[in-house]
């Protein structure tokens, strides 16, 4: 079968990749043709253009690259048209996807499948009228959506979350070993303190400094800063200055399967940190904290922001974020998470509840599979 995936982001490109080599087990005939990353073309098949030349993130940068979104928009339709593949799978970055996936069923015979789901559950509830027009099967990774596309008379598919697969083989294939990880990287034998401070540099700016002051009151344990992708050392030491961080890249769950506690921005990374049953503070600041708090209340459609309480349904480990996200709250959160043997039992079991409702891994295999058995019947 012929297959025309679309990503716009690192994420996008990683469970991309996992998919499509599972698809290639059940498919000796797969060929692939995507918007992608270089994770996709490991897998094989024709990149035709890289999620990097896709990706702009906020307004302003959005609307100065008009005509470049645009061109690329125009390019993906003719290049869809022209390889008619048997299905075309987008996964997430709904803004240039759900105008995708118009254009395919309403120009096209062709079906749309769409891996992992845009987060209208959150925010821009009115997109699933668009999901529901022109996304033929929707195959979700966080346990939660179902109820919620439900509710909307629109049946998913729950993989599985591929975010397991990638923490068990990981740790499969490291063993605990804190004194090698501590001489590889020059570190004392101290226990540690994860500081995930997000991957964008805005977040970095906004979140960093804080994160620092508060967890340098704890002087019984050492710093560790995980180093974000293409983010160079040099943006770090503006915000590092005097304080006492050892930045390392490329080796996050490395980090994270050898610390004690961690301060997260918000996102994958909450739920990674989990997954490594590392009790943890989210820490996600916000320009004019207040009236982005007073947003927050009637805009998102969630209680929560992390991960890790959306899918545990509860508030399992503490968020300040918008006027909550004060140097206070943060050295108070992380002082009982280090030393209230209470809490941190409470936030692991927790933690393993919310690992239950996940599911076992498997994800991308799953989703090969179900998407397999969905293409035969079609075909026929």
Known sequence: MRYYLIVGEASGDLHASNLMRALKKGDQEADFRF???????????????????????????????????????????????????DVVILVDYPGFNLSIAKFVKTETKIPVYYYISPKIWAWKEYRIKNIKRYVDELFSILPFEVEFFRGHQYPIHYVG???????????????????????????????????????????????????????????????????????????????????????????TYRLLQQSSAALVTSGTATLETALFRVPQVVCYHTPIGKVIAFLKKRILKVKFVSLVNLIAG???????????????????????????????????????????????????????????????????
């Open 314 to 380: 509860k508030e399992v480990v503490r968020e300040l974020v918008a006027d909550t996200m004060t140097l206070r709250n943060i050295e108070t959160e992380l002082e009982a998470i280090l030393y209230n043997k209470v809490k941190r039992r409470q936030m692991l079991d927790d933690y393993d509840c919310m690992i239950q409702i996940l599911g076992p891994a498997g994800a991308s295999e799953k989703a090969a599979k179900e998407m397999a058995d969905l293409l035969r019947i079609e075909i026929k």
């Open 161 to 251: 979350n591929p975010t397991v697969d990638a923490v068990e083989t990981f740790r499969m294939n490291h063993p605990e070993d804190f004194t090698a990880f501590a001489n590889e990287n020059n570190l004392s034998q101290q226990p540690i303190i994860a500081l995930l401070a997000g991957s964008r540099k805005q977040e970095i700016k906004d979140n960093l400094p804080d994160m620092l002051k508060a967890a340098s009151k704890f002087p019984d344990y050492q710093l560790v800063l995980a180093g974000a992708p293409g983010i160079s050392p040099e943006y770090y030491e503006k915000y590092i200055q005097d304080a006492k961080v050892k930045i390392i890249f490329s080796q």
């Open 35 to 85: 918007f992608g990353g270089d994770l996709m073309s490991a897998q094989g098949g024709t990149r035709v253009k890289h999620y990097k030349e896709l990706a702009y993130m906020g307004f302003i940068p959005v609307l100065l690259h008009l005509r470049t979104i645009f061109a690329n928009m125009k390019r993906c339709k003719e290049d869809i048209v022209s390889y008619a593949p």
